[in-house]
């Protein structure tokens, strides 16, 4: 599914990623942990197409396809899905606006045709009730004054909607309640194929006690430095990150 | 005429020709109109070391003068009128002009009566007596050429509370390049409501030179919603002069989309002389090419505890320049005002311009003023966060430019269809935009 090779980064002269290589297969849930500083937030744009890095070295396969040379959109149309750790807010335009704007810009591209509005009120309202989103969230401005699990939700939500064959979660965890950890998991976990594979950035062990990873791998120094199966990942929850650090320092 | 001959442009000559030919066969008295151009005369065409004109040199922008336009013959009014008005799905009452001459008529619905301009100029209407309560306008080069050549327009005056809508719909369509002063005086009896549609149309590629004032006299409790549009053609130089005086507990509303015209200047004069009022001047501008488009606004505060809301949005594409001059005046009677103004731009290319003037003068101690301007680019966070769904860039920015603008267009528009009419300018425009 996903296989990135030595890749290299930088934003504005500064190497983020170094030489970075990461598999993950059909139907795996990959875990990236790793301290602050590390690079994964990078990593996790650098996929989905933002523009500000300069790539300096290496590829990022998607299905054998190298999809550096795609924008933001296309890699979109093509599978990949960031769930955001900081969704950005937009006044003024309508999530249901949006959100049909994205799936038929989507199909679109596919040469899929475009849903009706009432496949696609369906198909909203289903994702909605599994994830506990009121109707009244999805009738105001897009993320605009919604609490930090509210807008987690409609992420999944629209990972949900758009169906993507890639699910990049940034650190989906940060700013959750317990409640809504579950909630967003349970989501996440309800997502899970065979067919889709997920990459889930996190700092911490918890998240992954709800959506429990195949492989887990520590990033530092902008690049893998161990990986392992999930109990790695207690192993990390106990040792801390003091040893990679120690070898970055080296 | 001794003042005629501080003139010096050939505009300005070419201006005053055109008035010695023309005041004789104008409706009316005129020696107001002559008054009104001497008022212009003394000064002449402004220009950027006319404080108020700093940004939109009307002598360089002016430099041909087009003649009146003629009375168009009823075909070239039913051409005119063929295509299809923006708020036909509002189904509107309509008065329509086609080269500055009223061409047809609605039935006005019950609460509100129109005599046309020139029959009210004609016999001396009494209700003329209400021109120019807003005095400081009087003086403006636009608007006292406006008064000089006003040829055609119409007398509303709203009695009662009218249902449904009135529409004044002026285009511009002969084929050579010609003037029109158009003049529509509405007096609102106080309790009396009204909305007003107002829509201005001409031809691309004919250098047509609209000049419209329409003058609002509100009375004591009575509700004005007024939505002017700018759909001019491409090389259409339009000025345009809104003046309010309001009673007191009024409230008023004057919203002006420009989606055309080369150069626009659009003026408003807002003024509160009652206590307690309500008015809001909002627009939205949107710029391509090499278009030039002015809002001037002066509000004044003379009343104890009036609000006033101003809210401008621009999205400038191409190599067009925004021009926002705004100021608030408080007297030293108009205690409790609150007064809010924003003017923000959003620029779409590397040569688009935008100048934001906003000011504030405070004499009354007891007041809540605020004035805001802001200039930038698309945020490019959220240009990712849309196109990382899926969106190609031209649709993620049309999203954000449509929001953007969505503010001016419909914020407090209490009018389904006007407002789905208007977001159709902004969508038509945001599609040429590609």
């Known amino acids: 599914m996903l296989e990135i090779k030595n890749l290299v980064a930088e934003i504005e002269g500064k190497r983020i990623l170094d030489g970075l290589t990461l598999t993950v297969n059909d139907g795996e849930t990959a875990a990236i942990m790793g301290p602050n500083g590390s690079g994964k937030s990078t990593l996790s744009y650098i996929i989905a197409g933002k523009e500000d890095y300069e790539i300096l070295d290496g590829e990022i396969l998607l299905d054998g396809e190298n999809i550096l040379e795609m924008e933001a959109f296309e890699r979109a149309a093509a599978g990949v899905f960031l769930a955001f750790q900081y969704p950005l807010e937009i006044p003024g335009v309508a999530t249901m606006t949006f959100l049909k704007a994205a799936l038929n810009a989507q199909r679109r591209a596919r040469e899929e045709t475009e849903l009706t509005t009432p496949e696609f009120m369906k198909a909203v309202q289903e994702a909605a009730a599994r994830l506990e989103i009121p109707r009244d969230m999805l009738k105001r401005a897009l993320n605009v004054g919604f609490s930090g699990g509210e807008k987690k939700r409609m992420e999944i939500l629209q990972m949900a909607l758009l169906q993507p064959r890639m699910c990049i979660l940034d650190e989906t965890d940060s700013g959750l309640d317990i409640d809504a950890l579950r909630v967003v998991s349970e989501g996440v976990n309800a997502l899970k194929s065979d067919k889709r594979a997920f990459l889930v950035i996190t700092h911490y062990q918890r998240l992954l006690n709800y959506i429990v990873p195949d492989t887990v791998h520590v990033m530092a120094n902008g690049r893998i430095m161990r990986s392992g199966g999930k109990e790695l990942a207690l192993e990390l929850e106990a040792s801390g990150y003091a040893d990679y650090k120690a070898q970055e320092a080296a | ?434």
């Not at chain 2, 209407?125 to 008064?147: F, Q, R, S």
């Not at chain 2, 939205?284 to 002066?298: E, I, P, Y």
Request: proline share 4%; aromatic share 4%; hydrophobic share 45%.
């Open chain 2, 1 to 434: 005429m001794a003042e005629v001959a501080t003139l010096k442009t050939p505009a300005e000559t070419a201006l005053a020709d055109l008035f010695a030919r023309s005041k004789s066969l104008l409706p009316g008295d005129a020696r107001s109109r002559e008054d009104a151009f001497h008022r212009f005369a003394e000064k002449g065409l402004p220009h950027r070391r006319v404080e108020e004109w700093k940004y939109t040199d009307l002598r360089a922008l002016m430099r041909e003068v087009a003649p009146l336009a003629e009375k168009p013959s009823e075909a070239d009014v039913a051409r005119a009128l063929s295509v299809e008005s923006v708020f036909a799905a509002a189904a509107p009452a309509t008065i329509a002009f086609v080269d500055g001459h009223l061409a047809t008529a609605d039935a006005m619905p019950a609460g509100v009566t129109a005599v046309p301009l020139a029959e009210a100029l004609a016999e001396g209407h009494p209700l003329l007596a209400k021109l120019g309560a807003v005095t400081d306008a009087e003086g403006n080069a636009a608007y006292a050429l406006n008064a000089a050549f006003m040829t055609d327009g119409v007398v509303l005056h709203v009695t009662g509370a009218v249902e449904g809508r009135v529409a004044l719909r002026f285009v511009t369509a002969c084929a050579r390049p010609a003037a029109t002063a158009t003049r529509v005086l509405v007096v609102v009896e106080p309790d009396a409501a009204i909305s007003l549609l107002e829509t201005h149309e001409s031809a691309h590629g004919v250098a047509h030179q609209p000049n419209s004032v329409v003058e609002f006299v509100v009375g004591d409790r009575a509700k004005v919603a007024h939505v002017r549009l700018d759909a001019n053609g491409d090389k259409a130089l339009a000025l345009s002069t809104i003046t309010a005086h309001l009673g007191a507990e009024v409230a008023f509303g004057t919203r002006n989309v420009v989606a055309g015209s080369a150069v626009s200047r659009h003026q408003v004069w807002m003024t509160f002389a009652g206590a307690d009022s309500h008015g809001a001047v909002r627009g939205a501008t949107m710029l391509s090419g090499d278009q030039h488009a002015d809002t001037t606004l002066v509000v004044d505060h003379l009343a104890t505890g009036c609000e006033s809301r101003e809210l401008f949005k621009h999205a400038i594409d191409g190599r067009g320049t925004g021009v926002f001059q705004g100021r608030i005046n408080v007297a030293p009677a108009a205690q409790k005002t609150d007064g809010k103004m924003m003017s923000a731009a959003v620029l779409l290319s590397e040569e688009g311009t935008m100048m934001n003037k906003p000011e504030l003068e405070i004499f009354a101690d007891d007041v809540q003023c605020a004035h805001g301007a802001t200039c930038g680019q698309l945020d490019d966070d959220l240009l990712f966060y849309l196109m990382a769904r899926g969106l190609p860039r031209p649709e993620a920015e049309a999203l954000l430019i449509e929001s953007f603008l969505g503010e001016a267009v419909e914020e407090g528009l209490d009018d389904e269809l006007v407002g789905e009419a208007l977001m159709g300018i902004v969508e038509a425009w945001l599609k040429a935009r590609g």
